[in-house]
Nanobody, 116 residues
């Protein structure tokens, strides 16, 4: 079992920055994938970014150039650095972790609100 806990959400003005953190804990040997998804009000959850334990990254088109994902392997932590935030970036940001044993484990989410 893997527990995932996000932190760092909040209220920010458009054009500002915010950093999210997510730590995974529990019983696993490694986490090949960790990433972030977002659910905007009234919308389905969508991919934001992901990163392998080898350092490969993937970003959804809407976030390229503004968001940066990074990981601290030793701490089983993934970060999302969000710059040039827009009101449409508002939503609940969920972290997930995929252990080598399979499955995908989600956190409870952290809310980000970008005011215009």
């Amino acid at each position: 079992q893997v527990q995932v806990l996000e932190s760092g959400g909040g209220l920010v003005q458009a054009g500002g920055s915010l950093n999210l953190s997510c730590v995974a804990s529990g019983s696993f040997s490694s986490l090949p994938f960790m990433g972030w998804s977002r659910q905007a009000p009234g919308d389905l959850r969508e991919v934001v970014a992901s990163m392998t334990n080898g350092g490969s990254t993937h970003y959804a088109e809407a976030f390229k150039g503004r968001f940066t994902i990074s990981r601290d392997m030793a701490k089983n932590t993934v970060y999302l650095h969000m710059n040039s935030l827009k009101p449409e970036d508002t939503g609940v940001y969920y972290c997930y972790a995929r252990p080598l044993s399979g499955g995908r484990f989600w956190g409870q989410g952290t809310r980000v609100t970008v005011s215009s």
